[in-house]
Structures are given as C-alpha cells and as structure tokens.
C-alpha cells in the first residue's frame, strides 16, 4: 500500500520554528484532516512537504512509499506522486491552463517520449465532465482575473489531472461561498471514487469543509503538532467547543 | 580584380578587455574559422574600401557616388554615446572587414562544428541542409529551387523580388527613386556605415493592386552575401497592393563579423500593406545596429513585427512616418536580454497628416545581467486633426539583477488628437515558480513557460513557424539560465 510518512518534521522560516514534531501517516485512499487555529503551523506544513525553497526542513522525515523525498526539488516531488492544492494559487498571464496541463503531463513522460495531443484533450474534457467545469474554462490564462471559487476549481482540476498518490489540499475553504465550497467538495468526492484515488491531506480551519467531505481521521494542530486525533466526530466536537478547549487541554496536558 | 586571398576571419573580441560586463564568455556561439574568400576588401575603411566594393559589384556611377558621399557622412559623424551606451566605443571600425565574397566552398566540415552548436540546432528541429549552412560548412544553402520557385511564382504577378545589387542594376528606374530616401545616409552613423559598405539585403516591387499570397521569405534565399553584415533592404508596395516579408530564422546564426549594421527602407503607396517581420538570434559577440523605417502614404499600412534574442548590444527602433491621410503604422517587439546582452530598442511613429493613428506595443525581458531599453518617439504636431496613438511597454525581470529603462517621448500637441501610454515592470517571482514546480515542471520549463506567456498575446500575430520557432528558442535560453 502506497503511503506518505511524515516523521518526526520540525521545520523553521528563517531562524523561527513553527512545525514542530508533526508526525502522520496517510494511506492511499484516505483522507486526513488537520484543524487547528490560525498561525499553528498547518499552510507551512503543506509547502515544507511539497519543497517550498523558503521553508527550511530542521529535524524529522518525509517518506514516500519508504523512500525520502526530502533532498528532492519540488518538481521532482511532484513527479513522484505529491501535489499541493494552493490556498493562494498564483496567477500565470498568457499561459492557458490546457497549456499549463500539457507541460505539467509532458514534464512527467520520459525523455524523448511526445505527448499524445489527442489522448491528452480525451482525458482532459473526460475529467472536466466529471467535475463539471465548462469548456471555455481551459482556454483561460492560469487564475488571471479568476473569483475565489474559480481558482479552486483550477487547483482540482489540475489534482484530477495529475493523479498524485497524495494531495496535499491546504485551505481549500478559504475564501469561498457555500455554492462555490459545495462545488468543489463534490469534485473532491469525484476524486475520491475514482479507481485509484489519492490519500488526502485536508487542511482546514473551518469545520464546515467536513460536511461535504467527510474524512477518515481528524487532527487538531497546535504549536506545531498533533495534540489530538480522532474521527470526523472530533470536528463536531471541536466546532462545539471552540479552539479554546483545545488549547486549555493541551496547556494542562 | 580577383584577388584571391586566405585569410582568417578576425578573431572574437578578447573578452577581458572588450567586454564591459565581468565574467561572460563573449565568445559563445561565435565560430570563426580558415576559409578562402574570392573577394576580400581586406580589414579597415577607405575611400579605397568603398570603391573595391562598387568595383566587384559592377554598380553604376551614381551608386559609387552615393556610396563614397556616406563615408564622408560616416567619417565626419560622431558616435551617439550623449544619449547611446557607451559600449558602441568598443567596436574597432579598422579591425572589421566590410566586404567578403566566397569564391569557393569553405573547407570546414560538419565534423569540425562544436557539439553544443549542433545541439542547439536539433533541439531547434532546423533541417539537416540548413543546420550545415547555419554552421558555415556549406557556403550555398540547398534551397535555391525554394527560393527560385517564390521568385518565378511572383513574378507571374510582376513582382521583382531580387537582391540589392542585381535590383539596382537590372531596375534603376523602379529602385533609384526610393532609395535612401526613406532613411536618408546621414540618418544616423550606422545608416551612414550602410550606405558606404552595404551588400546583400532583398529589393521587391509590388505593383499597383497586387495582392502576394504567401509571405516572401529571406529565409528561403540565404547564401553568404544575404547574411552580409551590411545588409540593405527597399520593398516597394504600390497602389493597392499587399506584402508580408519575413527575414531571419531562431537558429544562432554563423557571423563572419562582430558587426552587423543593415538599412531596411519600406514605402507603402496610396492604401498599400506591407508587413516585415523578423526572428533574429544573434550570437552574444555582435553589434547588432539597425535602422528600419517605412513612409506609409494616404490609407496605406506599415507593420513591423521584429523579435531581438542574443547579440551583445542590439539598437534598432523600427519607425514609420504617416504621410497620408488614414495611414496606419503598427510596430510589435518583443526583446529578450540574456546574461552580457543589452537589447536597446523601441518604436517611432511620426505622424503627418490627419487622421493616422499609430499602435507600439513592445515588450522586453531581461534575464540574470541581461539589460532592456525602450526607447520610443511618437510625434503628432499641432496642426493635425484626428491622430491616435497607443503605446504599451511591458517588461519582465527575471531575478533581481536585471535592468530595465523606459524612455518614451510622446509629444502630442493640439487637442484634436489622442494618445494612451501604458507601461509595467513585473517579475517572475519565486511563488509564481514554486506553483509550476508543484506541478512537475523543472524550473527552467517553469520559467520559459511565464516568459512564453509574457509574450503570447504578440507571438500569435506571428506566422505559425516562427512563432514555434520562437518557443523552443525562449525554451533553451531559459534552460540556460537557471543555476
């Protein structure tokens, strides 16, 4: 079984430490979901995995299917099987996404080896039936003038696209309205039917997200770490209670 | 008069001295090598220079004397570092070698091409004929039958399509009338330089109300006096008529010189089209200094599209004056300034008369120390009515080492007339980066694909070819230039 190891991570911006001993590990097929409060260190996990070259890896491990990945570029990540769901995705003048999408699928062939175009488009307009996103949308530039729920609907698609072993969705909430959040929990809950679906890193701060996609597991984030794991029941709990218990519980602890 | 000389072509420029950005290797994509010349001019500029040229080319007295008078203009001219870099002092006039003429076939063979050359034109897909005369080991490019089908196909409609020296010598009366009138020789030093030495370069006529089909292509003709150093150009659209001239290809070109300084003049007459688009690719030891102007008359149409990659200094500001009522002058540039490059163009638009409008959109990007000027003039006086123009300069930097300048002159007067000038400086930034990397790209192909972006709305007015062409190019310049 196809799985993502994170061991033991402590991860610094600069000389700051902020994840500190995260540990975890997903399955392929799973979905994980990290709550916490804002500045507890989840956005910085997600691009630390992912190799953003900012993030500096001070202590642990990020193994897939038992292997490092952390001397790896992040493209080289990517190519292995990781993808990242941006919160901010950035903006790309003059590139469409279906031209976006080529590369990113070219990028994976082998040397020498050409992109069947054809085969390419067929599966392309086959995954945007399947999210139900509109034609005219892939001839676009990469997020440029996108609303909110437009960008996110560009993050899954490209995750539909790519087919990673495991996604990492940071905030895909964020910034969304409840018809804009129902559509892409559905193309998330596409993903997750699909024959080989990824395991998921869901990062949120709202529970709301879990209603429409119901995860697996739910861990709570503070201070850099897992301080409690549980079932989709503990996102209830916490939606009840507030980060405050969280935080009164684990200051006890 | 054949005076059969051999000779080594003049070495690169030591880059220690002549260079003024530390630490670039000038002599990169240059290759010079052993080769015997019929005719030779030998090293340095004369009076006797100038007349050897004339002599070999067989030209008629008003030629000579038209050549002989812009050395005068050259010699007494200063150089225009007031307002130019000063790297143009670099460039040791009496070292060059103006005209060379190749009696037999070079005797480099492919084997002697550096492999990174012969790499970059496979990664280009140039075709095996042209790769070996890119590399300078076939001084006649195997496409003589292409180019003598275009000339046969459009002389069918009248068109002479020639070079310079067989069209000044077969129809001076069509020729003479226009040339050097839309540059004059003292337009500046370098059109000057032109005017004394020039050699190569293509002359077409299209006659009243004809419509050429399929776009006449330099590309298609080049043999060693087409990649002259000196080249001069003159297309003539008559009355009516239409024209699209392509010249140069993506590939690194084999340049016999340091310098390369052609005129290109174009006249549209009452409501012609004339469309000139160059892909130019210099290697990063050449002084590539050109004047390009065109006069569109009443209702006539001028566009330039022109693409500058490499070269170590590059100054070109295509213009078109609009003489006539309605004309139309548009010229799109895109500029890529690489590491030691300075890529200094522009645009100018001087309008004359009612109702002429005027569209400049350029855009340049500067990698690593590679360095981009805009320079743009647009002129409308008082007394017209009706005159628009839109200027928009855009520039991408990418990593923070790179310089950019914008030195638009818009002089506008009167209040019946209008202009819009946009500019903006953007950065492909490390996010911009990291997102396309979490995608799988590498970071050179992340980086090509933000500038292939950059410049996409331009490159699709370019033919399919070129604009193929172009990418792949953009492509392995980035690759380059990551760390």
Known sequence: MSQLEIKDLHVAIGDKPIVR??????????????????????????????????????????????????????????????????????????????????????????????????????????????????????????????????????EILQMAMLEPKFALMDETDSGLDIDALRIVADGVNALRAAAHPPGILLITHYQRLLDYIVPDHVHVMWDGRIVKSGDKSLALELEAKGYDWVKKEFAAA | MANSATDTLPPAADPATDNPVVGIDQTKGDFSYKVDYEFDAGTGLSEKTVRYISSVKKEAPWILEFRLNALKKFLSMPMPTHWATKDLENIHFDKIRYYLSQGQKPKRTWDEVPDDIKKTFERLGIPEQERKFLAGVEAQFDSEAAYSNIKDLVAKQGVIFANSTEALREHPEIFRKFFGKVIPTGDNKFSALNSAVFSGGSFIYVPKGVKVAQPLQAYFRINAENFGQFERTLIIADEGSEVVYMEGCTAPKFSTST???????????????????????????????????????????????????????????????????????????????NDGQHQDTGAKMIHAADETTSNIIAKSISVGQGRSTYRGIVHIPRHLKGCKNNTECDALLINSNSRTDTYPAITVRGDKNATQHEASVSKVNEEMIFYMQSRGLTEGQAMSLAVNGFINDLARQFPMEYSVELKRLIDLEMEGSVG
């Open chain 1, 21 to 154: 001993g995260f540990t975890l590990t997903i399955r392929r097929g799973e979905v994980h979901a990290i709550m916490g409060p804002n500045g507890t260190g989840k956005s910085t996990l997600a691009k630390a995995v992912a190799g953003h070259p900012d993030y500096t890896i001070t202590g642990g491990d990020v193994l897939l299917d038992g292997k490092s990945i952390l001397t790896h570029e992040a493209d080289e990540r990517a190519r292995a099987g990781l993808f990242l769901a941006f919160q901010y995705p950035s903006d790309i003048p003059g590139v469409s996404i279906a031209n976006f999408l080529r590369a990113a699928v070219q990028a994976r062939l082998a040397e020498g080896e050409e992109l069947d175009a054809t085969a390419y488009y067929q599966r392309l307009y086959a995954k945007m039936d399947l999210l139900k996103i509109d034609r005219k949308f892939t001839s676009r530039s990469v997020n440029d003038g996108f609303s909110g729920g437009e960008k996110k609907r560009c």
């Open chain 2, 259 to 337: 310098l390369h300084s052609a005129v290109v003049e174009l006249v549209a007459l009452k409501g012609a089209k004339i469309q000139y688009i160059t892909v130019q690719n210099w290697a990063n030891n050449v002084f590539n200094l050109v004047t390009k102007r065109g006069v569109a008359h009443e209702e006539a149409e001028i566009k330039w599209i022109d693409c500058n990659i490499g070269s170590r200094l590059t100054m070109k500001y295509p213009g078109v004056v609009l003489k006539g009522r309605k004309a139309r002058g548009e010229v799109l540039s895109i500029a890529l300034a």
